[in-house]
């Protein structure tokens, strides 16, 4: 083994030729030493272990220009989402519309308005360029826009209720993901939960039952992720909003994957934001990148009585959203209020395909694949369902079309040849077959995925 590790030949003279490697040439000598090093670590490491190398200076060079390939590709990187699931979190939910690229790569060019009133000549508040684009979509009598959904409702409660007590159902005392958990927001926000009602059913009497003089809010959280099916009961808004008005509190909803305009779905209905204010809501909060298909934000809407003590309040700076959320924000809000949305917001677009595109698409992926049979590949178009993800529409399965591909090798080891190129394509698995979901996939999407197949199959890189 010392033999062999004699043979590694040293840093200097490696480094030498490598920056003579044109894959090399643009990078730092610093740079070059350090990748040297790891790779010559990692060789050492192999011999350690009884693994076969080539300890030739080509050989080491060969695997340094890897290594050097590997650190220059983006770990932020696009991937093909072949899984159906519209509002992917784990791919970053929504994919933004045209306008919304074009407002975010304009202003991220250059200088912008974000807090310059050009009409006035002087300072102006970030807040204010889609406030009023928010309001005309929803009738709110006012908006402000935070980083995120979460951060809207710690915002909310820590600037409406801190040190009263705010009314949950416990049919609503939800954990979305990760540490996002109802009862640990209002913690958090210094506001003090009171639990009412039981896990399937609440009724009016019970809200009116906890309302005592430190009441300083009465709390809805959209159920997204689950479904209690059954012997279940919530108060109408309409009657929530009459008790929290007679009592001078607001009514809050955090309404999760907020939506512009009212969806349907199979056997589930999502109010939009306008008829969620309009039933008696308050404050409503909800997300920007989740059904109503823009960048990642969190939208409050409500009086401007509520509104105001936010505005004013230090958290709002820690939560404040940057220019390029706000871009996208408000070209994806022209979409709403000057375009047609179902056809320019990608998350509608995508939600309202019919069957017979899908089933197109799905036959045009096959086509694509002909070529591949000829390497064992079977290909069958076939109806499926899937899920829109996200935190919406929970429970409801969606019909769609894709293709089934079975191969030589177990789909697990195709699944993990098509995760693991430099465009990750992410399937589902069923039956022992590799699924492509067409839904969510364009013509150029179906071309890249069918040329990354095509490698997979010769066995090249991809
Ligand atoms: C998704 C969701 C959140 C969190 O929203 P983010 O924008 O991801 O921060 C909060 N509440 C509900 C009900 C949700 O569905």
């Given at each position: 083994m010392s033999q062999t590790f004699r043979v590694l030949p040293s840093i200097d003279k490696l480094l030498h030729h490598f920056q003579e490697q044109p894959e090399a040439a643009a990078y730092p000598r610093s740079l070059l030493a350090d990748v040297l090093r790891e790779t010559l670590e990692h060789l050492r490491e192999q011999i350690r272990t009884g693994r076969e190398i080539d300890p030739t200076p080509a050989g080491i060079l060969a695997a340094a220009v890897k290594r050097l390939d590997q650190m220059a590709s983006p770990g932020l990187r696009k991937v093909i989402n072949a899984?159906?699931?519209?509002?992917?979190t784990n791919l970053g939910r929504a994919p933004l519309s045209r306008q919304a690229r074009t407002r975010v790569e304009e202003v991220m060019d250059g200088y912008s308005t974000l807090e310059y009133n050009a009409a006035a000549g002087k300072r102006g508040s970030r807040y204010d360029h889609v406030a009023q684009r928010l309001c005309r979509l929803t009738g709110a009598e006012d908006a402000l826009v935070v980083n995120n959904n979460a951060a809207a409702v710690l915002l909310v409660l820590s600037a409406i209720v801190p040190g009263r007590e705010v009314i949950v159902s416990r049919g609503q005392l939800v954990e979305i993901g990760g540490s996002f958990r109802i009862p640990a927001v209002l913690a958090q926000s210094g506001a003090k939960l009171v639990e009412v009602g039981t896990t399937n059913k609440t009724r009016l009497s019970d809200y009116h039952k906890a309302i005592t003089p430190d009441t300083g809010a009465i709390l809805k959280v959209h159920t997204s992720n689950f479904r209690i099916i059954g012997f279940v009961e919530q108060p109408e808004d309409e009657e929530l909003s009459r008790l929290a008005r007679a009592h001078d509190f607001p009514l809050i909803e955090?309404?999760?994957?907020?939506?512009l305009l009212p969806l349907k779905l199979g056997d589930w209905q999502e109010p939009s934001l306008r008829q969620r204010l309009a039933a008696g809501m308050d404050i409503v909060t909800a997300s920007g990148d989740k059904l109503l298909g823009g960048g990642q934000a969190g939208i409050i809407l409500g009086q401007k009585r509520w509104l105001a003590p936010m505005k004013s309040h230090p958290l709002l700076r820690a939560l404040r959203v940057d220019k390029l959320t706000l871009a996208a924000l408000e070209g994806t809000l022209l979409d709403y209020e000057m375009g047609n949305p179902l056809e320019q917001v990608p998350v509608l677009s995508m939600l309202h395909q019919f069957p017979q595109q899908l089933e197109a698409k799905a036959h045009r992926l096959a086509a694509l694949f002909d070529d591949l049979r000829q390497y064992g590949w079977h290909v069958q178009v076939l109806a499926l369902t899937s899920q829109v993800g996200g935190g919406s529409f929970p429970g409801v399965e969606i019909a769609g079309w894709g293709v089934q591909v079975r191969w030589t090798q177990s789909a697990q080891k195709l699944e993990t040849r098509l995760r693991l190129g430099s465009v990750p394509v992410i399937v589902r698995i069923e039956d022992d077959a590799v699924i492509f979901d067409v839904r969510c996939l364009d013509e150029p999407d179906l071309v890249t995925l069918a040329a990354i197949c095509g490698k997979i199959v010769k066995g090249e890189q991809v």
């Open positions: 899984t159906g699931t519209i509002l992917h955090d309404a999760g994957s907020g939506t």
